[in-house]
């Protein structure tokens, strides 16, 4: 079955840069979606189709996907971005939908 | 806008069965593929089960194929998600989702129900 690896933790600096990975055997050949989840709460979408934004979610919130890594990067992070971020792809291989292990942001 | 609303979660016995539901309002049913998607206390998120829009199409994960069955009434603008068997293992926030095209991905998502397997 398909794998799909983050990081388990990124920490960052207010009004600094988060990124985080999500990697996957050829990646860049599939359409990549990207949630964030606060404690307690439903996923939220924040980017689809790599670089995507639903309406709503912030400019600072961009993303990328090449080779065998997609991108989600946060600009100008602030303290309310802290939570935790999945990657998320359909394996047309299976027929399955399948996330990544996910990235709790830290904002220091 | 969309709204999606589980209900139906509770603690079970292992071996026996649950049914949930999500009622969903804002949004034309019958013209989306939608989804169940499970969290493990602690854990990160696990795709469960999607219907097709007509409904005729059913997929699963390996996890739960053969025990858990999606379904979902037009008429009552509501999906399902009946769990037979349940196992330690399946005790999790249940999430319906809102799904695109095929393969594509979730918005929005419902505030989840939580299934409790214990004896």
């Known amino acids: 079955s398909y794998v799909l690896t983050q990081p388990p933790s990124v920490s960052v600096a207010p009004g600094q840069t988060a990124r985080i990975t999500c990697g996957g055997n050829?990646?860049?050949?599939?359409?990549v979606h990207w949630y964030q989840q606060k404690p307690g709460q439903a996923p939220v979408l924040v980017v689809y189709?790599?670089?995507d934004r639903p309406s709503g979610i912030p400019e600072r919130f961009s993303g990328s996907n090449s080779g065998n890594t997609a991108t989600l990067t946060i600009s100008r992070v602030e303290a309310g971005d802290e939570a935790d971020y999945y990657c998320?792809?359909?394996?047309?291989?299976?027929?399955?939908?399948?996330f990544g292990t996910g990235t709790k942001v830290t904002v220091l | 806008q969309a709204q999606l609303v589980e209900s139906g979660g509770g603690v079970v016995q292992p071996g026996r069965s649950l049914r949930l539901s999500c009622a969903v309002s804002?949004?034309?049913?019958?013209?989306?593929?939608m989804h169940w998607v499970r969290q493990a206390p602690g854990k990160g998120l696990e795709w469960v089960a999607a219907?097709?829009?007509?409904?005729?199409?059913?997929y699963y994960a390996d996890s739960v194929k053969g025990r858990f069955t999606i379904s979902r009434d037009t008429s009552k603008n509501t999906l399902y998600l009946q769990m037979n068997s349940l196992r330690a293992e399946d005790t999790a926030v249940y999430y319906c989702?809102?799904?695109?095209?095929?393969?594509?991905?979730?918005?929005?998502w419902g505030q989840g129900t939580l299934v409790t397997v214990s004896s």
């Open positions: 804002g949004f034309t049913f019958s013209t989306y593929e």
């Open positions: 189709d790599d670089s």
């Open positions: 050829n990646i860049g050949s599939k359409s």
């Open positions: 998320q792809v359909w394996d047309s291989n299976s027929d399955h939908y399948v």
């Open positions: 219907a097709s829009s007509e409904g005729y199409n059913k």
């Open positions: 989702a809102r799904g695109t095209l095929r393969g594509g991905w979730f918005d929005p």
